[in-house]
């Protein structure tokens, strides 16, 4: 690099060089900063999903209204279920219509969608309107979650 820069060691050149060096340096440097956090993230990244559970909330997904309102709603669905039905990855809560609208559950989603993504939610309507459902499924072992945070009774 040094005998390329002496060949331009005259005027403008030299100049385009020394700007194209300083250029080539922090551009240089900065990639390999940002690669090295990249790098240093993902390791901690990776030893965080060794040791902490897959199934946790995001607290701050929601901001203090929003959680308020959440809270509410949680506890109504909680309150008024009718049924629960265990199926092979989760759980359907069963509401009549006139305790618990399907908005109040698609609310309810919405907001719960941003603090605990790991959910695979599900909501339906049946018998001609007459029953709400709410189902929640994910990954193995979002059923032991579910009973803890949901108080779904054990068999």
């Given at each position: ?22 250029l080539?340096?922090s ?5 390999h ?6 790098l240093?993230?993902?390791?901690t ?12 909330c ?16 949680t ?5 008024e279920?009718n ?15 006139s ?9 309810w ?17 049946e018998?001609?309107g ?26």
């Amino acid at each position: 690099m040094y005998i390329e820069i002496k060949q331009f060691a005259g005027g403008k050149e030299w100049k385009a060089v020394r700007m194209a060096l300083c250029l080539w340096l922090s551009l240089g440097g900065t990639a390999h900063l940002h690669a090295q956090s990249t790098l240093e993230t993902t390791s901690t990244e990776k030893k965080a999903m060794t040791t902490e559970s897959k199934f946790y909330c995001n607290t701050k997904a929601l901001n203090p209204t929003e959680r308020a309102r959440h809270k509410q709603l949680t506890d109504k669905l909680v309150a008024e279920r009718n049924r629960i039905v265990e199926t092979d990855k989760g759980y359907e809560l069963q509401y009549n219509p006139s305790s618990v609208s399907i908005a109040e559950v698609a609310e309810w989603v919405t907001a719960e969608s941003k603090c605990c993504p790991f959910f695979d939610f599900h909501i339906d309507l049946e018998h001609e309107g007459r029953l709400v459902c709410l189902r929640l499924t994910g990954e193995e072992g979002v059923k032991a979650f579910l009973r803890s945070e949901f108080k779904v009774p054990a068999k």
